[in-house]
């Protein structure tokens, strides 16, 4: 019996020697952070460049459907109305969805840039919606450009060349401002605030003295308010 233990033994290691099974698991160990590294990269990046393309999309949006909105008024030019302003308004909710939470985690800024009688570039009217405390890049309501020089207000957009309203006509602008929120953890990707411009003419006639608010009578979005409720 004695003599058959060294030769067990033996054996033994032979076939430990040849096991290989083993091998997978060590190596699945050892890549199975890599893996998961990156696929949470990926993901994180892929969360972010929708979450820029879906600002991207609310903002000309609103842009452009504040732009085209208007109540036909017989015998006189058809006009803004505040509850237009908030239906385009809750429409960019609806279009961000619960994931994005745009009034929650975001603000819309919007704009009529208009020519005033002496032929200036001014504000003529702004409204505000969201809990992000952001003013517009441009200035409040009632900005308007100086009597001579290139400093101060003179027009909406980045650049140079800034956007400008011709003779009576309008240009809605929208601003978003968005403070992304990472899905994983700030080491991917950190808290970025995501922030979009869009303007658009106002392609019709529209009676541009002011933003009517008569029948049905709505709550005004002022700017001096960062609440979502209309």
Known sequence: MPLKTPARRRKWCRRLRREDRGVVVIEFAYTLPIFMLLGITGVELAHFAIANMRVSQITMTVADNISRAKQTVPLALPR????????????????????????EEGRIIVSS???NATGRQWIAWQRCKGMLNVQSRYGLEGATQPNSGTSGFQG?????NRVQAEP?????????AYTYRPLFSEWVIGPKQIRREAAFFVRDDRDL????NDAPLASVSSCNKFDTTF
Do not use: H, P, W
Not at 98 to 103: D, V
């Open 168 to 176: 009576n006509s309008a240009i809605i602008f929208a601003e978003v």
């Open 156 to 160: 909406m957009g980045t650049g140079a």
């Open 80 to 103: 803004l109305r505040e509850v237009d302003i908030n239906d385009n308004l809750l429409g960019a909710m609806v279009q961000g969805g619960e994931s994005l939470k745009i009034f």
């Open 113 to 115: 840039l208009q020519q």
């Open 209 to 212: 003295t002011r933003v009517y």
